[in-house]
C-alpha cells in the first residue's frame, strides 16, 4: 500500500517507520528539507509540505491509497480551510486517517463516547467536517491528551497554579495511537470516529503530582473544586476492531 503521513513529527515519525515496517510504500512530509537525510534513512520517502509556502502535493504522492493526517492546528493559519485544500489534491480513490482531538467535545461532567455532543466552532470538529463531507472514504480517530518518549504533560504544568485538581485525565500512549492507526489500515475499518483515550482515568492532582515526584521536578500547585469535567470512553474500538491498550499512562 501506498500511505502518504502529512506530519512526521513527534507521532508522525514512528508512525511512519511502523508503516515501513510492515512492508508499506511511505511518503512523509517536513516541513525543511532538513530532515530529508534523516526520513530517506528509515526508508520514508520525504517531501515538503507546510500548507503555506509549500502547499502544493506532488504528483506521484496524489496516488497514495491513504494520506494519515497527523499536524496540530497550532501549524496552521486557517486549519479547516488548509485541510480542505489538502484532501483536494489527492485522488478520489486515496482513503483519509485523520487524527483528530477529544478537545471537540463540549465540557460536560459525564462519560463521553464518539456521539458525544461537541464544539460546532471548534476548529479540529471543523476540519473534521471538511472531511465528512468530501468524496472520500475516510476514518476519525479523536485522541486524548498524548504521553509517550520525550513528552510528558508535567513538564508543561511544573511550579504552575492549576484549577479543578479533582478533574480527571484523558490520556493516550504514543504507541497505542500508532498501534490503533495500525488497527484500522489492517482491518478496513473506514467511513468511522473512535475515541483513543486510556481507560483509567485518575483525578488530575493525584496524576501530576506523582508524575512530578517520579521525574524530580517542582510539582504544580492545584486548586480542589467539585469540578470533574468529562471522562473519555475510547472503548468502542475495542469492541469492534478487537484493538488492545497496551500502555499505560
Excluded at 471548534?122 to 472531511?131: S, W
Excluded at 479543578?164 to 478496513?188: P, R
Amino acid at each position: 500500500m501506498k500511505i502518504a503521513v502529512i506530519g512526521c513529527g513527534w507521532l508522525g515519525l514512528p508512525l511512519a517507520k511502523e508503516l515501513v515496517k510492515n512492508n508499506n510504500f511511505v511518503f512523509g512530509s517536513t516541513t525543511t528539507i532538513n530532515k530529508f537525510l534523516e526520513l530517506e534513512t528509515s526508508s520514508i520517502h520525504p517531501f515538503e509540505y507546510d500548507g503555506i509556502v509549500n502547499k502544493l502535493i506532488p504528483v506521484a504522492i496524489k496516488e497514495s491509497d491513504c494520506i494519515i493526517i497527523n499536524f496540530p492546528p497550532s501549524k496552521s493559519h486557517d486549519y479547516p480551510a488548509q485541510i480542505e485544500e489538502l484532501i483536494r489534491q489527492f485522488s478520489d480513490n486515496c482513503k483519509i486517517i485523520f487524527t483528530s482531538s477529544t478537545s471537540v467535545y463540549q465540557e460536560i461532567v459525564t462519560t463521553v463516547t464518539e456521539n458525544g455532543l461537541c464544539k460546532e466552532d471548534h476548529k479540529v470538529f471543523l476540519a473534521e467536517e471538511k472531511i465528512r463531507n468530501s468524496n472520500k472514504t475516510f476514518t476519525i480517530l479523536r485522541l486524548a491528551g498524548l504521553i509517550g518518549p520525550n513528552r510528558h504533560p508535567i513538564k508543561f504544568l511544573t511550579g504552575k497554579i492549576i484549577d479543578h485538581g479533582n478533574m480527571v485525565v484523558n490520556l493516550v500512549h504514543q504507541h497505542d495511537v500508532i498501534a490503533a492507526i495500525l488497527k484500522v489500515l489492517e482491518q478496513n475499518a473506514w467511513n468511522k470516529t473512535y475515541n483513543i483515550c486510556w481507560n483509567e482515568h485518575p483525578k488530575k492532582a493525584k496524576y501530576y503530582l506523582n508524575a512530578a515526584e517520579k521525574v524530580g521536578i517542582k510539582p504544580p500547585v492545584f486548586k480542589n473544586s467539585n469540578l470533574q469535567g468529562k471522562t473519555i470512553n475510547g472503548n468502542l474500538i475495542v469492541h469492534e476492531l478487537d484493538f488492545q491498550y497496551k500502555h499505560s499512562i
